[in-house]
Structure formats: structure tokens, C-alpha cells
């Protein structure tokens, strides 16, 4: 079971790129010019991973941080 879930809220998402500049090992830009959350996998209009790690949560975090539009949350793991 993981511990955290990373999600991403696609819909709210305006493509500043901030994600892909802090972490790029977990965010890119897609061919749309909006974040795409790299290994997620949709539920409903939303982009969710589940990590394990702190370090992986820390980073997301820092991208979570950055996004001037508040499109990325990070839950804790149920």
C-alpha cells in the first residue's frame, strides 16, 4: 500500500511548466502544453501516483508548492 498519493488536477492545470522544472523526474509537459504527471494513471479528469518514498514525496511537494494554479495535491496513502 502506498503512502502518499500524488494527484493532479488536470482541469485546474495552466501549463507555466513549473512542475517539469522543479521535478522533472516525475513531471513533463504533454503535447497539450499542460503538466502530465509521468507513470500516473487517470481517475476521472485526474492524473494520481502513488509513491512510497519520502524523498518522492518531498520533491512532489516542491512542485506542489510551485503550482501557481494549485493543480497538484499530495494525499496521504490509504
Given at each position: 500500500?502506498?503512502?502518499?498519493k500524488v494527484i493532479?488536477?488536470?482541469s485546474d492545470c495552466i501549463g507555466c511548466g513549473a512542475c517539469s522544472a522543479i521535478c522533472p523526474d516525475f513531471w513533463e509537459?504533454?503535447?497539450e502544453g499542460l503538466a502530465k504527471l509521468k507513470n500516473g494513471v487517470k481517475v476521472g479528469d485526474n492524473l494520481e501516483l502513488d509513491i512510497n518514498s519520502e524523498d518522492a514525496k518531498a520533491r512532489n511537494q516542491e512542485a506542489a508548492d510551485?503550482?501557481?494554479a494549485?493543480?497538484?495535491r499530495?494525499?496521504?496513502g490509504k
Open positions: 500500500m502506498a503512502k502518499y493532479l488536477q488536470k509537459i504533454d503535447e510551485a503550482c501557481p494549485q493543480a497538484i499530495i494525499k496521504s
